[in-house]
T-cell receptor
């Protein structure tokens, strides 16, 4: 089964920009993996942010964007807010199955 | 407005079978392209996808757990049933169901915490 790897933790200053990445053990991530990104705060269910690499849900703040970067899926947060401190998970599609990454704990400090 | 909510036991004994029901509203599992996914999260750990059931009754399971999992749907009653056999303490955690569209998961349930203990 494929493994999906994310940075365990990252720190960003308020107002700053940070990029989280999502790598596949099978090789380069492409649009065919339909990367999804989720935000999860303590005690809450995950909230969907991005689907199919770069598409935002109606509730996704404009400061979040998705892309492909250097063979990985990427989530960029521009203008970080204190409320963005959370765990972030990517998800990749491998045909009929999906795999979550291990998550990135983002600290806004 | 799409909502999902699981129901089921919060405590199961080792070797027992876990059965959870995901009741949903705001969409139909008879609509082409729609699916319901099951995901779990052990305390303090990452999300783990478990299963999909699609509008056409196609089912997909995590390869590592496939022999223990089963999903079924009742489109008339708007719910999906998930079972996991031979439960072990390491299977404890929060179980979520989620609405799936074309290559995305968008709406999630609040989750139900399941403990496996004798």
């Amino acid at each position: 089964q494929a493994e999906v790897t994310q940075e365990p933790s990252l720190t960003v200053s308020p107002g700053g920009t940070v990029t989280l990445t999502c790598a596949s053990s099978t090789g380069a991530v492409s649009a065919a993996f339909y990367p999804n990104w989720f935000q999860q705060k303590p005690g809450q269910a995950p909230r969907a942010l991005i689907y199919s690499t770069r598409n935002k849900h109606s509730w996704t703040p404009a400061r979040f964007s998705g892309s492909l970067l250097g063979g990985k899926a990427a989530l960029t947060l521009s203008g970080a807010q204190p409320e963005d401190e959370a765990d972030y998970y990517c998800l990749l599609y491998y045909g009929g199955v999906v795999v979550f990454g291990g998550g990135t704990k983002l600290t806004v400090l | 407005q799409i909502t999902l909510r699981e129901s089921g036991p919060m405590l199961v004994k080792p070797t027992q079978t876990l059965t959870l029901t995901c009741n949903f509203s705001g969409f139909s599992l008879s609509t082409s392209g729609v699916s319901v996914a099951w995901i779990r999260q052990p305390p303090g750990k990452a999300l783990e996808w478990l299963a999909f059931i699609y509008w056409d009754d196609d089912k997909r399971y995590s390869p590592s757990l496939k022999s223990r999992l089963s999903v079924s749907m009742d489109t008339s009653k708007n719910h999906v049933v998930f079972t996991m056999t031979n439960m072990d303490p390491v299977d404890g955690g929060t179980y979520f169901c989620a609405h799936g569209g074309k290559s995305r998961l968008d709406y999630w349930s609040q989750g139900t915490l399941v403990t496996v203990s004798s």
